[in-house]
């Protein structure tokens, strides 16, 4: 896409428009003073357009921190937002498991997103190293632990919704 990572792009535009800056100083001719203009303006368009435009990758990589957040204050509701509501099951399981955690901190630290626009519905998955403190080892015991989650999305009316979501175990290194 190309709103992902437009640094090269604008780096690329302003760095043509110094040069040909620098040739209108030296030469005073107007085609490179039109061209320093030209890729000045096209670098700060790109820079307003990556501002603008949210891309679904980069919407899913701020919604993850967020839900973390809502979990640390005890937001079940917003994490049921987040969850697709015709699958009570997991509504029902991620009640059950923040009720009982009570996370006091939830830190993402490794978040990959992959998103594929062509399924139909669009679908994307996340994964990501968490490290939860709050009563993981059972209720009354407090405690931190690291885990991997795996959490499957689609887009359905506009929306991204979890589908489901899986805790695997976290490999040494990763």
């Known amino acids: 896409m190309p709103f992902e990572n437009s640094l090269p792009l604008v780096?690329?535009?302003?760095a043509l428009a110094g040069v040909a800056l620098i040739a209108w100083t030296k030469t005073l001719s107007r085609p490179w003073l039109i061209i320093a203009l030209v890729t000045a303006t096209a670098g700060i368009a790109t820079i307003i357009a990556d501002r603008l435009v949210e891309t679904d990758r980069e919407h899913l990589q701020a919604l993850f921190p967020r839900l973390a957040t809502a979990a640390e204050r005890g937001?079940?509701?917003?994490?049921?937002?987040a969850l697709d509501p015709e699958l009570r099951p997991l509504r029902a399981d991620a009640e059950k498991v923040l009720r009982q955690v009570k996370p006091s901190e939830v830190v993402i630290?490794?978040?990959d997103v992959m998103v594929?626009?062509?399924?139909?519905?669009?679908?994307a998955t996340g994964d990501m190293i968490v490290r939860v403190?709050?009563?993981?080892?059972?209720?009354a015991t407090p405690g931190t632990t690291i885990v991997g989650l795996k959490v499957w999305m689609a887009k359905k009316a506009g929306s991204w919704l979890i589908q489901d979501a899986a805790v695997e175990p976290v490999k040494p290194g990763r």
């Open 133 to 139: 403190t709050g009563n993981v080892v059972d209720k």
């Open 109 to 111: 630290t490794k978040l």
């Open 11 to 14: 780096v690329a535009c302003l």
């Open 75 to 81: 937001d079940i509701n917003t994490i049921l937002a």
């Open 116 to 123: 594929d626009s062509k399924k139909s519905p669009p679908a």
